[in-house]
């Protein structure tokens, strides 16, 4: 679902901020020419204020939590939650941590865990293969929560979709690669 527009503040800030063009390796291991690193904004209180109504706009009405794998997902959780109460919808934050917790409770998650057979739906700032969000999925499942869509700032459109199709998910996305590849050549004119 993409929302390219020449007055988008969120994709001017994506394809300033967030896009690079050259030569990259990749989290997956794959070379691109494409890199999106979306944490200048994502960790900007500005960025958040753009990205979270958007992101909340996409998470399913009857979900009582967001939740992601750390890092990406952090301030986006957290954001999104954030937003939610300021509209006056109960939606809490989980953290999925790659690794189980080495003490303590040896947790996978953090946050305010919901009951059991809660629906839960899945952030992520950049989706290439899908495999950082099935893996916060997997965990989210094995915990007893329901996950069926997880929704991203950046599809690269790299196999991600087909991966989650395969797991039963579904993915939407604010935007795709190619536009925020293209309205950074726009701005670089």
């Excluded at 003490?103 to 952030?123: F, I, K």
């Excluded at 790299?158 to 579904?170: D, I, P, R, S, W």
Aim: some cysteine; glycine content about 10%; proline content about 3%.
């Amino acid at each position: 679902m993409s929302q390219r527009s020449d007055h988008d503040p969120l994709l001017k800030r994506l394809a300033k901020e967030a896009y690079r063009h050259g030569s990259f390796t990749l989290a997956s291991g794959r070379s691109s020419d494409h890199y999106v690193n979306c944490k200048p904004i994502s960790l900007s209180g500005s960025g958040l204020a753009l990205l979270c109504p958007a992101l909340l706009h996409l998470v399913e009405r009857d979900a009582v939590a967001v939740g992601g794998l750390t890092l990406g997902a952090d301030p986006l959780v957290s954001g999104v939650a954030l937003t939610a109460a300021q509209e006056g919808r109960s939606l809490d934050a989980l953290i999925v941590r790659k690794q189980a917790k080495g003490h303590g409770t040896g947790s996978w998650l953090e946050g305010p865990l919901p009951d059991q057979g809660a629906l839960v739906t899945v952030l992520e700032d950049v989706v290439t293969t899908g495999g950082s969000s099935i893996k916060a999925v997997e965990q989210l499942r094995n915990a007893g929560y329901i996950v069926h869509r997880v929704v991203t700032i950046v599809d690269r459109e790299e196999g991600g979709a087909a991966a989650m199709q395969a797991a039963g998910l579904e993915l939407r996305s604010l935007y795709r690669l190619q536009d925020v590849a293209a309205h950074s050549r726009e701005l670089q004119r």
